[in-house]
């Protein structure tokens, strides 16, 4: 078992700077897949940002140029840099990682005004 938490959401003006963070509750260091996905209501989550076991990276082309995913071994913990936020950011940001099993945090709003 693995429980995830994330944090680092908030309100930014657009064009401003967030960093999430998505912390375990055990070592990621055999985690196959880590992502970052969000949620807008009545929409279905979309996967932003992901890192395999190998370090290999993907973005969304809706992020890419602004968003940035990384972990620390050390701490546990997978990030989520966002920069330039646009107001269609605005979503549930949840982390996601799989080993033998999905799992999933609670998740964290982020909000960019206008």
């Known amino acids: 078992q693995v429980q995830l938490e994330e944090s680092g959401g908030g309100l930014v003006q657009a064009g401003g700077s967030l960093r999430l963070s998505c912390a375990a509750s055990?070592?990621?260091?055999?985690?196959?897949?880590m992502g970052w996905y969000r949620q807008t209501p009545g929409n279905q989550r979309e996967l932003v940002a992901s890192?395999?076991?190998?370090?290999?990276?993907t973005v969304a082309d809706s992020v890419k140029g602004r968003f940035a995913i990384s972990r620390d071994y050390a701490k546990n913990t997978m990030y989520l840099q966002m920069n330039n936020l646009k107001p269609e950011d605005t979503a549930t940001y949840y982390c996601s990682m799989s080993g033998t099993m999905d799992y999933w945090g609670k998740g964290t709003l982020v909000t960019v005004s206008s």
């Open positions: 890192i395999s076991l190998n370090g290999l990276t």
């Open positions: 055990r070592s990621i260091f055999s985690i196959n897949f």
